[in-house]
């Protein structure tokens, strides 16, 4: 079966419903009169995946509102869940812990010294978030957010492996006490919408860009033949008026009249033509937020202390053992996606390069993990990256 056919005959099972499956594309159903209220479906129904199916089945896909549909009938199941990846051996270490965070730490501006390895457990958060862009067309799609919750770090960037290693492992564990206690406290509400909320938003920017850079390229040629066509209209009634300037009589007054009023008329339609442009072209854009999954994986945790000038201060990183990856450090100001940090000289904050960059109105560097709302000397305005 395909993973649609798949996904809708457990969710149905789960429902209540009886399913069976008839072919390689098509579903047998009983549905409870629950499923019936809400698919609008009677109750023996046949469901089709291929649109290629018998007459008198019901042809299900990604199209349409189908994915609604079925989401209403999921309703919050799944949208918040945990799972704990555990290891039976012993956790295995990088071979060489201070090459891997050669490989890991880049500060242009601090040094950083290796202090330590332990084994241990974190809880990483990982988000999921629908987006739809609606201007002339639509575009829908998802975007993942990472947070190791242990560290601070976004491990965006190891997503695509954690979630591929985990579609291999069938086994889903719950969480033990032990393991929660040993990934320490849960972030609050607070500080994970205050991180999230930049990171999504520049995340579906990017998704969106290359729907963006097409719908441009169709206003302009739009503009440009709304344009083209008023002001060949425009230069015609002007030569007509210019060409009545001298003549004289009641004629030719009525003549001039009347080209005027029919530029007058061209500029309105042109400027209502733009308008319709700009109603027709205008972008939306929501995200709603998805799902969430608090993975709890095992690590080895490295101790690192960070020095700028007369200040230091000590950082954790992990090596994840299912990935044998290095997350990226710490980011307190900015994305957080490579390995590139500056170190400010207050509190040692460890941000991305424009997270230090100077003020656009004074010219003053100053950190926006310090002052994340307005530069400190001139209080002009300014958005944490």
Not at 6 to 35: M, Y
Not at 79 to 88: G, I, N, T
Request: hydrophobic share 40%.
């Amino acid at each position: 079966m395909s993973e649609l056919q798949e996904v809708v005959a457990d969710l149905l099972e789960r429902r209540g419903a009886a399913v069976e499956a008839v072919g390689p594309h098509e579903l047998s159903v009983l549905a409870p009169a629950e499923i019936q209220k809400s698919m609008g479906w009677p109750e023996m129904a046949r469901l089709g995946f291929d649109g290629k199916q018998p007459q008198g089945s019901i042809a299900v896909g990604l199209e349409g509102d189908w994915l609604d549909r079925f989401a209403a009938l999921l309703g919050d199941d799944g949208r918040w869940s945990e799972r704990e990846v555990r290891w039976a051996d012993d956790l295995p270490a990088p071979a060489d812990p201070e090459q891997m965070l050669d490989r890991a730490l880049d500060l242009p501006n601090a040094v950083w010294r290796f202090r330590g390895m332990t084994a241990t457990s974190t809880r990483c958060l990982l988000l999921t978030f629908r987006y739809t862009a609606m201007s002339d067309e639509k575009r829908e799609g998802l975007v993942w957010l990472g947070f190791n919750t242990g560290t601070g770090a976004i491990i965006d960037g190891l997503l695509p492996q954690l979630r591929q290693a985990l579609a291999e492992m069938p086994d889903w564990h719950v969480p033990d006490q032990a393991t929660v206690l040993a990934a320490g406290p849960r972030r609050t509400a607070a500080e994970i919408d205050s991180r999230v909320r930049a990171l999504v938003g520049q995340q579906v920017r990017d998704e969106i860009e290359p729907f963006l850079r097409a719908m441009r390229r169709r206003l302009v040629r739009d503009r440009d033949r709304v344009h083209g066509f008023h002001d060949e209209l425009h230069r015609a009634s002007t030569t007509r008026l210019a060409a009545l300037a001298n003549a004289k009589g009641e004629k030719a007054e009525a003549d001039r009249q009347r080209e005027t009023m029919r530029i007058q008329a061209i500029e309105r339609e042109h400027r209502a033509k733009l308008d319709d442009l700009r109603r027709n072209y205008a972008l939306h854009v929501a995200v709603e937020w998805v799902q969430a999954l608090e993975l709890y994986v095992p690590v080895q945790r490295l101790d690192v202390l960070i020095r700028r000038r007369k200040g230091e201060r000590l950082i954790q990183l992990d090596w994840h053992p299912l990935i044998k990856a290095a997350e990226p450090p710490l980011c307190e100001a900015g994305r957080g996606r490579d390995r590139t940090r500056l170190v400010c000289d207050d509190k040692l904050h460890l941000t991305e390069p424009d997270g230090q960059a100077p003020c656009s109105a004074c010219d003053k560097a100053y950190c926006r993990a310090c002052f994340p709302t307005a530069c400190p000397r001139c209080g002009h305005s300014s958005v944490a990256p």
